[in-house]
């Protein structure tokens, strides 16, 4: 199962917090996390993740070697255009806070039908705004698991 973190590469102490503790249990749920690869939301997700023992990855927007969080770099030289792989990519996704990147982000995944959940993000249609990031990482990894190729779901 593939989780997708995405959020502001210059985040509030409290999004931070909140989004290494999603990356954190992410880890726990044995999910692969993905996301830009970046600083803020992204580096605070991959952070927790690997104090887990998690694996990261993530889908960078250049040729550069993103945050030092990250088990594999997927350096695309794509920009922003990365987005639509992250979330391709992603069985759900999570938004923790976030600004026009994330709301890009949020779009592309609501247009191919990925489920979005929400701590402090965009209140859209489409969107299930959480009230804690334990709540975001239950009910994305609910739906990844229904998601999933019957063959990749975690069987526990």
């Given at each position: 199962m593939q989780?997708?973190?995405?959020?502001?590469s210059d985040c509030t102490p409290e999004e931070y917090a909140a989004a290494r503790e999603v990356g954190s249990l992410i880890a726990v749920n044995l999910g692969t996390l993905i996301c830009g690869g970046m600083g803020g939301v992204m580096e605070a997700a991959c952070k927790g993740a690997k104090e887990q023992g998690g694996l990261t990855v993530g889908i960078l927007p250049d040729l550069g070697d993103g945050n030092p969080y990250l088990d594999v770099r997927v350096r695309?030289?794509?920009g922003y255009s990365r987005n639509v792989?992250?979330?391709?990519?992603a069985d759900a996704?999570?938004?923790?806070?976030?600004?026009?990147?994330?709301?890009?982000?949020?779009?592309i995944a609501l247009k191919l039908k990925k489920p979005v959940f929400g701590y402090r993000t965009w209140d859209i249609d489409g969107v299930f705004?959480?009230?804690t990031p334990e709540e975001t990482v239950v009910?994305?990894?609910?739906?990844?698991?229904?998601?999933?190729?019957p063959e990749n779901r975690d069987k526990r």
């Amino acid at each position: 199962m593939q989780i997708a973190v995405v959020g502001a590469s210059d985040c509030t102490p409290e999004e931070y917090a909140a989004a290494r503790e999603v990356g954190s249990l992410i880890a726990v749920n044995l999910g692969t996390l993905i996301c830009g690869g970046m600083g803020g939301v992204m580096e605070a997700a991959c952070k927790g993740a690997k104090e887990q023992g998690g694996l990261t990855v993530g889908i960078l927007p250049d040729l550069g070697d993103g945050n030092p969080y990250l088990d594999v770099r997927v350096r695309s030289g794509m920009g922003y255009s990365r987005n639509v792989v992250l979330v391709q990519s992603a069985d759900a996704v999570i938004a923790v806070g976030g600004k026009y990147g994330t709301l890009s982000e949020i779009a592309i995944a609501l247009k191919l039908k990925k489920p979005v959940f929400g701590y402090r993000t965009w209140d859209i249609d489409g969107v299930f705004n959480c009230a804690t990031p334990e709540e975001t990482v239950v009910m994305a990894v609910r739906a990844a698991r229904l998601c999933s190729p019957p063959e990749n779901r975690d069987k526990r």
